[in-house]
């Protein structure tokens, strides 16, 4: 596991150093108008945006076996521009990186933020489907680690989001 974290890490990590983020194989900014944006996925045969009919998209790119996966991100835009990135880093359907979630969270729920990060835990009581959240607050961006159990099957998933959210819940 560690090294998988140390993975999604250097990823999280490379992503700040540009001013495009890759979502489904496509490059977008901050900002780009909706048109522009729309356009690049129309030109692309291996990622496609489902309109989620809220100034949303939901972004699926084609795996290596030709099926649809669903991961990718999300798109919202305000004023006919790009506002927010949801890139989806990692989603895991093993009980080894459920358990890393829930272990981050059980750890993150004791502590206190300090300095320059914060941090909001999310979870609901249900016994049948219980979900743990933990937002990790940064500067320019948001980390959600998240895991939740399906029908007796633990997953577990990691997004960004660019921009942060702008408070703590």
């Known amino acids: 596991m560690t090294r998988c974290f140390a993975a999604l890490l250097l990823t999280v990590l490379a992503q700040a150093q540009t001013d495009s983020i890759r979502v489904g194989g496509v490059y977008v900014r901050l900002g780009m108008p909706k048109d522009s944006v729309i356009a690049s996925f129309a030109d692309n045969e291996n990622a496609k945006l489902i309109d989620l009919h809220d100034g949303s998209y939901l972004v699926t790119s084609k795996s290596a076996t030709g099926l649809w996966d669903g991961l990718g991100g999300q798109l919202t835009f305000e004023s ?90």
Not at 101 to 122: N, S
Not at 128 to 145: A, G
Not at 156 to 166: G, L, Q, S
């Open 80 to 169: 006919g521009k790009l506002s927010r990135i949801s890139v989806d880093n990692s989603n895991a359907a093993n009980r080894e990186a459920a358990n890393f979630a829930k272990a981050v969270y059980t750890a993150l729920a004791a502590a206190e933020p300090t300095g320059l990060v914060d941090f909001w835990l999310g979870r609901n009581d249900d016994a049948n489907n219980p979900i743990y959240e933990v937002h990790l607050v940064l500067k320019d961006r948001e980390v959600v680690i998240s895991a939740d159990s399906v029908g007796g099957r633990d997953l577990a998933f990691v997004k960004t989001f660019y921009p942060r959210a702008r408070r703590a819940k």
